[in-house]
């Protein structure tokens, strides 16, 4: 066992590794068994928690109190959990302009207005210059299931899965400003994910939800694959990528699968109701490029195929390395 | 408003304002409009936020992962409330020893262990190197209370206060690290609170409890003595402070009143039933110097006054700059 390093944090696979041998710390005391990202604690009550680190703390489309009230909420969310509670950790640094800091909290009182999320917690660390890097926030959230909590092991061979917008907005529009690339017209999908997918909590074919972040939509499809023990099929020409997004990738030399978003649900959900799903998420503002990108198939367990533009098949895997540190 | 400096974290007065001024962002969505430090969520759940930058991350009594979820639960049993579940976000240095980072987290697994509370969500983060000094951690705790939540806007003129043990250890350890004092014997408090207090909470003539954390047990009582509109007056020389802290105050000017605590609860309750609760504090190992101190009045409303060994009368205010920056 050596140094931490930043693949770890990554989201993808490092991350999965050292998160599963912190959490074998906790063995006895742990409850949180499944690979979701939050926790019944009673019939009524779910909780998660969210560190946020984004480097710039500003971007197009968001900032990081807004991001951090988005990001806390959404993991219950894609349950089907509506988000009713925040609790909010501010460690911010000595020199940091406090009139910043009041906007950022501005920001993400903002998101639970909109939300109707009550603030019922918080906490203030101003720390010495050098010590940590402007500003990082964490939310606790806790929210009530409005059915049955979604999750992965709902998820059958033959269900069809989709995105309900453009992936790697977020992911594209910060490493094209720590990479100097001035892209017209590219901002974060930075948004609430609870008012697009709300009609879905109830709908019985709906199985599954995750929002993609860390690690973009590939790590989301390969932690389902593996989670399951059932393969997943998508088609590269389906998946919704802007062309801003699809600039930044040529340019750097990113893949958009394993770009961050930040307001993008994967959905599984029974084949009878695509339909009808797609309808919900298109009626809505953030859902306007829902699009259903492939298939839980039995073939192929754990792993995830894509079928490529050119014709071919090609593995989807986690991100091994690190693409961009303090992403979220 | 201009750039944030380390007195706004140190607990004290300037803290108060930040966090005043933080709070007024939310003011539409915030539901945590008392001066406690959890909030009821519904009548069965309370939560509470706290974010630890202890620097160094290991000293005499415990170390960061012990004093997360030791002051992340402590807010919730001095509340009368029982501490259920934790959720625990990391932010983590590149470049942290991995097998230390798993060490804070077996001491923390260990704590949640003795007071049988259960992870129920994490997240951990790797920023890059300089970005964090080591580890950030931050604990948001859930819990049930066993009666009526104790609180403030019970105290009432005439009741006694006691505090659970000698105070100051916590600060006077860090301090001493910081300064290179080696002081033999001296260690901190760091302590769960629920094993302690968990028989006063429904004992009807205890009033309310505040674990002194940042700020030590002079931010408290001003807290109190504002948070109510009551006069406070306790006696300097019936105060427990170990002879190792005292020497530590000596020897860098600090008074022990605003020395941190980490496992110390200041109690108000009934003049009726002193006897009682001294005698159950002290039948805990973690209470043998539970001691009374004071007394609330109707004179001088909103102030603290300390009767000193010389025999005049001192007012009692919090730090206004900062002691000892990452305290806790």
Redesign the interface.
């Known amino acids: 066992?050596?140094?931490?390093?930043?693949g770890?944090?990554s989201g993808g696979r490092l991350?999965s590794e050292?998160?599963g041998?912190?959490?074998a710390?906790?063995?006895?005391?742990?409850?949180?068994r499944d690979l979701e990202?939050?926790?019944m604690?009673?019939p009524?009550?779910a909780?998660?928690?969210?560190?946020f680190?984004v480097?710039p703390m500003d971007f197009p489309g968001g900032n990081i109190g807004k991001l951090a009230i988005c990001g806390g909420t959404n993991d219950l969310a894609v349950r089907g959990i509506e988000p009713?509670?925040v609790?909010?950790?501010?460690?911010?640094?000595?020199?940091?302009?406090?009139?910043e800091?009041?906007r950022y909290?501005?920001s993400?009182?903002s998101v639970?207005?909109g939300l109707e999320?009550?603030?019922?917690?918080?906490?203030?660390?101003?720390?010495?210059k050098?010590?940590?890097?402007g500003l990082?926030l964490?939310v606790?959230s806790?929210g009530q299931p409005l059915g049955k909590p979604l999750g992965m092991d709902h998820i059958k061979p033959g269900d069809r899965l989709a995105v309900t917008t453009s992936i790697g907005r977020h992911g594209a529009t910060i490493g094209s400003i720590r990479f100097d690339l001035n892209v017209e017209g590219l901002s974060s999908d930075c948004a609430p994910l609870w008012p697009l997918v709300k009609p879905l909590a109830v709908l019985p074919g709906v199985r599954a939800m995750r929002d993609c972040t860390r690690g973009g939509l590939g790590t989301t499809l390969c932690e389902w694959a593996e989670g399951t023990g059932l393969g997943i099929e998508i088609d590269e020409s389906s998946i919704p990528i802007d062309e801003e997004v699809s600039s930044v990738c040529d340019i750097l030399g990113f893949d958009p699968l394993h770009l961050a978003c930040e307001g993008c649900a994967l959905i599984a959900y029974s084949p009878d109701d695509e339909d009808r799903i797609i309808e919900i998420l298109r009626a809505h503002p953030s859902g306007i490029q829902a699009t259903s990108i492939g298939t839980v198939v039995e073939g192929h367990p754990s792993m995830v195929g894509m079928r490529t533009k050119a014709g071919g098949m090609r593995v989807v895997d986690m991100p091994v390395g690190e693409l961009l540190?303090?992403i979220c």
């Open positions: 066992m050596g140094k931490l390093n930043l770890q944090g991350t050292l998160i041998k912190f959490k710390q906790f063995d006895d005391v742990n409850v949180q990202d939050c926790t604690i009673s009524e009550w909780v998660t928690i969210d560190g680190t480097s009713k509670f609790t909010l950790s501010v460690i911010a640094e000595e020199g940091l302009d406090e009139e800091l009041l909290g501005r993400a009182a639970c207005h999320v009550k603030l019922a917690a918080g906490d203030t660390k101003v720390v010495p050098g010590t940590v890097d990082f964490t606790a806790m540190p303090r």
